[in-house]
């Protein structure tokens, strides 16, 4: 990965020509490290799994991401509190 993969760039609308990052392929890399994955891609669940895709334990809408988050809240705490017993 580059080091400026995550950068952020003075015009978000002319993103295409920036490297890309493959998000996928770190969703398993995180949870090794137990990590609780939150996504935010257009595909379902059951997409990334036809696909043979990682998923995320959360999927938000980017649109929306504030108020799912805040709803996601207790589910977190319940899974973050499994995990540390």
Request: proline share 6%.
């Amino acid at each position: 990965m580059q080091p400026d993969s995550f950068k952020i760039y003075d015009d978000p609308e002319d993103y295409s020509d920036y490297p890309k990052v493959d998000a996928y392929s770190l969703i398993e890399k995180f949870k090794e490290k137990g990590a609780i994955v939150i996504g935010t891609s257009s595909m379902s669940q059951e997409e990334l799994k036809r696909k043979n895709l990682p998923t995320p334990d959360f999927q938000i809408n980017k649109l929306d991401s504030e108020e799912m988050l805040a709803n996601l809240k207790e589910e977190l705490l319940i899974k973050i509190g499994k995990i540390m017993h």
